[in-house]
């Protein structure tokens, strides 16, 4: 399995980045993916996931109407796009394939994927 993301880096604040991953190694259709993001000396926080057949859209209440993930499984990429960015969105995000495929009430990944860093300052 191989989940490389793309297209963090910087933002000004109201700002949009537009993260992309590409997946690898397993058939990409069968499985629920989530984005989750880390700040140093925290935990790991789980941020959007989608079912297999890309319904069933849902983010965590802080980013609810600013973030929206998406996938293609034609081309087995799953997207977060980030609009309204505010400073406390920064980290390092990550693209995580979840066990099934229905995004679970608590998160549970198998992989994960290198990390993208987003910054979001003036």
């Known amino acids: 399995v191989q989940l490389v993301e793309s297209g963090g880096g910087s933002a000004q604040p109201g700002g949009s980045l537009r993260l992309s991953c590409a997946a690898s190694g397993f058939t990409f259709d069968s499985y629920a993916m989530s984005w989750a993001r880390q700040v140093p000396g925290k935990g790991l926080e789980w941020v959007c996931g989608?079912?297999?057949?890309?319904?069933?859209?849902r983010c965590v209440d802080s980013v609810k109407g600013r973030f929206t993930i998406s996938r293609d499984n034609a081309k087995n990429t799953l997207f977060l796009q980030m609009n309204s960015l505010k400073p406390e969105d920064t980290a390092l995000y990550y693209c995580?394939?979840?066990?099934?495929?229905?995004?679970?009430?608590?998160?549970?990944?198998?992989?994960w994927g290198q990390g993208t860093q987003v910054t979001v300052s003036s």
């Open positions: 995580a394939k979840n066990l099934g495929m229905i995004v679970p009430t608590t998160p549970k990944y198998d992989y």
């Open positions: 989608i079912h297999s057949d890309g319904s069933g859209p």
